[in-house]
């Protein structure tokens, strides 16, 4: 009995070990292999992944207090420690008149050896009004891009933005916003993370896969111009067009949409800094 009892043991200590292999990681100090992006859970406790760039698996805790949007005086807070110490703290005052519902972290391993932490919380009709990048600097994760001013002075209302892809030096977002001549669209923005900073890499962004081939139809007659200039008018759409809509664009103070028409014609269209839709399939929420 006793050698099948401590067989038994040794059986079940072996069976727990390759079922947590992260958790024997850590406790070796073993390097920890990051994947280019993840999410982390809230509420969860973490052993196998690099968040502070030593290259070795953290401890790293995700904790949260969330928000009863029918109390009085009472905020949620996200809290994330790491090997034991508070790294990161966001107190929740972001939000006026609409709770936070969720928050959304992922982390991301650029160039295979740089950490990133992309924190955004989401309230109750979903929209999106906190949303940086952290690095782990000094013994807390610091802020090292808004992605709230990527369009700072832009309309598009209800701003939203994902963590979609890291590859290399790049960072991809997908973006999502109402504009105001073509209402509800999603857009890829890409970052580049060259000698320390973070930078677009063009204000031009494609439309995501989801929105590529629809088609829409002009409610009105507008002019096309070559470029976002408006000095060259390219053609001229009337009421019942159908078109293409392939790029959207900015500069300081307006957006633009690149439209194609039948014949294979393009050109920019600039968005009013309103709710003045071009198009009958058009779409204003929230």
Known sequence: MR?????????????????????????????????????????????IYDVTGDGKADEVMVE?????????????YLKILVNG??????????????????YDIKLCTMNTQEQFLFVRTCSETEYYNFCRLYSFQGGRFRPVLDLKNTYKNIFHHREKMDLVNVEGNRIQFQWYGQLGAAGALNWIVNYDYINGKFSRASRTSPLAESDKERSWTASRNFS???????????????????????????????????????????????CPNTHSPYFKEAVYAG
């Open 64 to 76: 949260t207090a969330h928000y009863d949007s029918f109390g009085i005086g009472r905020q949620g």
């Open 3 to 47: 050698k099948s009892g401590k067989w038994l043991t040794c059986l079940l200590a072996a069976l727990m070990i390759m079922y947590v292999p992260g958790e024997a990681m850590a406790a070796s100090g073993g390097r920890a292999m990051n994947p280019a992006m993840v999410t982390l859970q809230t509420d969860r406790v973490y052993d």
């Open 224 to 270: 096309v111009y070559r470029t976002a200039g408006l000095k060259e008018k390219v053609f001229q759409v009337k009421e019942g067009d159908s078109l293409k809509i392939t790029h959207v664009y900015n500069n300081s103070q307006y957006a633009f949409i690149r439209v194609v028409n039948s014949d294979g014609t393009a050109g920019w269209v600039p």
């Open 85 to 102: 110490e508070n790294a990161f703290t966001l107190e929740d005052p972001y939000y006026k008149g609409d709770a936070t519902w969720r």
